[in-house]
């Protein structure tokens, strides 16, 4: 029994990474999609609304593209986000690509902020129809979810430029790389508790703004 408990560890491992890439791949999707067709009748499409579903799509498309290229590696010991990134900077005009997409990420991670600080995410939902407790939950839960996600992009988008300017594939990193960086900061641990609550934060924001958001 004990002998089999890596390879058990192994698979449920790869189990919880294929579900992370789908989910990754359905909300990148989505997030395109948005940005090609627009939100619906109750709002109004503009430019930078377009833009921003445009940039989290390809973000989410980046992700999801690593965490299939180490669920294929698995077996093989290949297929790290290092290794991934290491072979685009390989490629004419490679680190061009490579600080392009980490620029990107920036962006994306700076929209997140901006979204949760200035609460403008509420504008995607119909406050009217919910109670004074409804709303309160989902401004808080939308407030750090938001702020969360954007310190884990800002990581990610960070690590690629050093990558890019550098020419080293080691110093860029995949979301668990990100997640190491947080955890080792000063109070590292605390941060990385933080960052987890957001993102749990922010699924949990998602759940309950499908109720109410416009369409």
């Not at 668990?176 to 933080?194: I, N, P």
Request: with cysteine; glycine share 14%.
């Amino acid at each position: 029994a004990r002998a089999n408990a890596p390879a058990r560890a192994t698979r449920r491992r790869a189990a919880a990474l294929l579900v992370l890439a789908v989910g990754l791949a359905g909300y990148a999707i989505w997030r395109l999609l948005r940005a090609a067709l627009g939100h619906g009748r109750s709002q109004d499409d503009n430019a930078g609304d377009r833009i921003s579903g445009a940039a989290s799509g390809l973000a989410y498309v980046l992700l999801c593209v690593t965490a299939i290229k180490i669920l294929a590696g698995a077996g093989t010991g290949s297929g790290t986000p290092k290794e991934a990134t290491g072979g685009v900077l390989d490629w004419t005009g490679g680190p061009l690509l490579v600080g392009i997409a980490g620029a990107v990420l920036i962006g994306v991670a700076l929209y997140q902020l901006y979204q949760g600080v200035s609460r403008k995410f509420l504008d995607d939902s119909t406050t009217a129809q919910m109670n004074p407790q409804v709303l309160r939950a989902l401004t808080g839960l939308g407030v750090f979810g938001h702020i969360a996600r954007g310190v884990v992009f800002g990581l990610i988008g960070y690590g690629l430029i050093r990558a890019a300017l550098d020419y080293d594939p080691d110093k860029a990193v995949g979301l668990d790389g990100a997640l190491r960086k947080v955890q080792d900061a000063s109070y590292g641990t605390w941060l990385l508790a933080l960052v987890a609550i957001g993102l749990l934060g922010f699924a949990a924001y998602s759940a309950l703004d499908a109720r109410y958001h416009k369409v």
